[in-house]
């Protein structure tokens, strides 16, 4: 308060009024005197496309040209060796058009990608409904007047989102082991019997599930949050007039209001969904017998295991398909004009 007082006391003086005054003037003669260039405007977001350009829009239709080749990435000859450091660069190898073989072979051929396209689907489809629902009645419970330190449940819930991937699945995987795991000895403490989280298929997708909602919870809490936060109060009282229940009021008042950050949350959480990788990967490896291999994780072995780089890249195709088409469904259909 004393600082301010002070600031507003020598803004007031009539020399400081002047220098004040003097420097607007030279400000604007030199503003006056710098000449306009044309596509200026251009110039200062041309980063933007640049690396837009370089580190999105090249890979993708690169993956694009390469889906319809053979390519294993290295050939068995080499190229370079460094007999100090023992270290042998093989050489590139050739690129072979080979047309939509790649993408019959996927379609109608492999066994293994039909798996992964049913594992992706099916924690999709559990997941995502799971965790919208949950994350918009957390967000109702932590929208309501009566509860208190809102702050301190807010960052509880949402500390997951800042945890690593590796270290967080890490975490799951002790918690859910068969033999060793927290949740099993916790079960047979009670008296029920061990559950196969791992080892069993069914209850190692659902395991998945519950890993990756506990993460992503928190993160849909936040934005459905904020979107109840922008809600007029005035709509509620106005249903409250009309003699609404709270159950009225929630789906003629909340919902409809609501529905654009929905949107954001369900098209967000499927692309999310479709790119799951680290948690199969670290708890479950993709197993019992590829029960929980994902897409993307299919798409790891073909490129950086099998090097069969012209493979994946068609998979990577039919998945960046699949899930444009969803987003665009949903948007069409959930969305408004």
């Not at 889906?67 to 050489?91: C, D, H, M, R, W």
């Not at 190898?93 to 992964?116: K, N, T, V």
């Amino acid at each position: 308060m004393v600082l301010s007082a002070i600031q507003s006391k020598v803004r007031s003086l009539p020399a400081y009024q002047r220098v004040s005054d003097q420097l607007r003037y030279r400000r604007q003669g030199v503003s006056d005197a710098v000449p306009e260039v044309p596509g200026l405007p251009y110039l200062y977001i041309s980063p933007f496309f640049v690396l837009f350009g370089i580190f999105l829009l090249f890979p993708t239709a690169y993956t694009l040209y390469l889906s319809f080749f053979s390519y294993q990435g290295a050939s068995n000859e080499a190229l370079l060796t460094i007999p100090l450091l023992k270290v042998t660069i093989p050489q590139i190898a050739q690129l072979e058009f080979i047309g939509l073989d790649h993408y019959q072979r996927l379609l109608f051929e492999d066994s293994l990608f039909r798996q992964s396209l049913f594992n992706t689907s099916f924690i999709f489809l559990v997941q995502v409904p799971l965790m919208v629902i949950l994350g918009l009645a957390t967000a109702l419970v932590l929208d309501a007047k009566f509860i208190r330190a809102k702050g301190l449940f807010r960052t509880l819930i949402a500390l997951p989102v800042a945890t690593g991937l590796v270290a967080y699945s890490t975490i799951f995987l002790l918690l859910f082991n068969d033999d060793i795991g927290m949740i099993n000895y916790v079960l047979q403490s009670l008296g029920a019997s061990a559950i196969p989280w791992l080892s069993d298929s069914w209850w190692a997708r659902i395991t998945l599930v519950i890993a990756v909602t506990w993460r992503w919870l928190g993160y849909n809490m936040i934005i459905l949050l904020a979107g109840l936060q922008t809600i007029p109060e005035q709509l509620y009282e106005a249903a409250e007039i009309d003699g609404a229940k709270r159950w009225e009021k929630f789906r003629y008042v909340t919902l409809p209001q609501l529905r654009p950050v929905l949107l954001f949350v369900v098209v967000s959480s499927t692309i999310g969904t479709f790119q799951i990788f680290a948690e199969p990967f670290v708890i479950t490896g993709g197993g019992p017998s590829n029960a929980t291999i994902t897409m993307v994780q299919y798409i790891y072995r073909q490129a950086f295991i099998q090097l069969n780089l012209g493979y994946a890249s068609a998979v990577s195709v039919v998945l960046v398909a699949l899930v444009s088409v969803m987003s665009i469904v949903q948007i069409k259909y959930g969305g408004t004009e």
